[in-house]
């Protein structure tokens, strides 16, 4: 073999090596632990197995506790924090954004809980000349927007008198508001709406204005992040609003695994 097969053979051996490695903390993190059945499940030596492992263990990838098996090491721990950090929040959901506004010609929105309120971080007109106040850079209280209540939802209970207070305070300086709605109210809203896995807004926020939103989860099912369709009583009837509630999930559902959310069963 000349030098130059030799060096492709050495760069296939250890991309063999490198693949095999990743596919074993996969199947480890499925909960196959032991090395009889990592070898059946990938089809390779158990002299194989073993070693990798071995390299695996010495790097702190898997940790091995005797008669148990492997499992998944503390520095795919600190990997999967910083991974979480690095991820482009907005450059990941951008592509499921617009595809859902393509789909409703409705504007749609995208924000997180910063604090308390619903920040603003993307918004992408729709097609039918619609006018509404929120944009990019905004801050609301989190129970004034479907966004906000659709993240609330999937909070602890015990937060959601201090998001009525806060919109309590806020609707006092603010004379264009639709009339609050009793805590225990808004309570019941947001416990429906946990459990189809998605909220309305029916004026709540901006007279002649409806919305519909889903929350965003990322790998380990914290709702981070949340997706609305919003436009004018016109063009959101309330069949329409009870036909997008599954779309809009189901776009949620996407940026979610975008984020490492594995699919619900």
């Given at each position: ?37 990592l ?41 999967g ?8 929040l907005v ?32 918004k ?36 959601w ?54 929350a ?50």
């Amino acid at each position: 073999m000349n030098e130059r097969g030799s060096v492709k053979a050495r760069r296939d051996a250890g991309t063999q090596t490198l693949l095999r490695g990743l596919a074993l903390m996969q199947c480890v993190g499925r909960g196959v632990t032991t090395v009889k059945s990592l070898a059946q499940t990938l089809g390779v030596p158990r002299s194989t197995i073993a070693r990798t492992l071995s390299s695996l263990v010495a790097e702190g990838y898997l940790h091995h506790v005797p008669y148990k098996g492997y499992f998944l090491g503390a520095r795919l721990i600190e990997l999967g924090e910083r991974a979480a950090e690095q991820r482009p929040l907005v450059d990941l959901a951008r592509p499921h954004l617009e595809a859902l506004a393509a789909a409703t010609r409705d504007t749609v929105h995208f924000g997180i809980l910063d604090n308390g309120e619903v920040l603003y971080l993307d918004k992408l007109p729709g097609m039918r000349s619609v006018e509404m106040r929120s944009r990019t850079g905004v801050r609301m209280p989190a129970l004034a927007t479907a966004m906000g209540k659709a993240m609330l939802a999937k909070a602890r209970e015990s937060s959601w008198p201090d998001a009525y207070e806060a919109l309590r305070r806020f609707d006092a300086r603010c004379s264009d508001r639709p009339a609050l709605r009793p805590l225990a109210e808004v309570a019941r809203d947001l416990r429906a709406s946990r459990v189809r896995g998605w909220t309305y807004d029916w004026e709540e926020n901006e007279i002649g204005i409806r919305c519909v939103a889903a929350a965003v989860h990322d790998h380990a099912g914290r709702a981070v992040a949340a997706v609305s369709v919003t436009s004018v009583i016109s063009f959101l009837s309330e069949p329409r609003m009870h036909e997008l509630g599954p779309v809009v999930k189901s776009t949620a559902e996407h940026i979610s695994r975008a984020l490492g959310r594995c699919r619900e069963e």
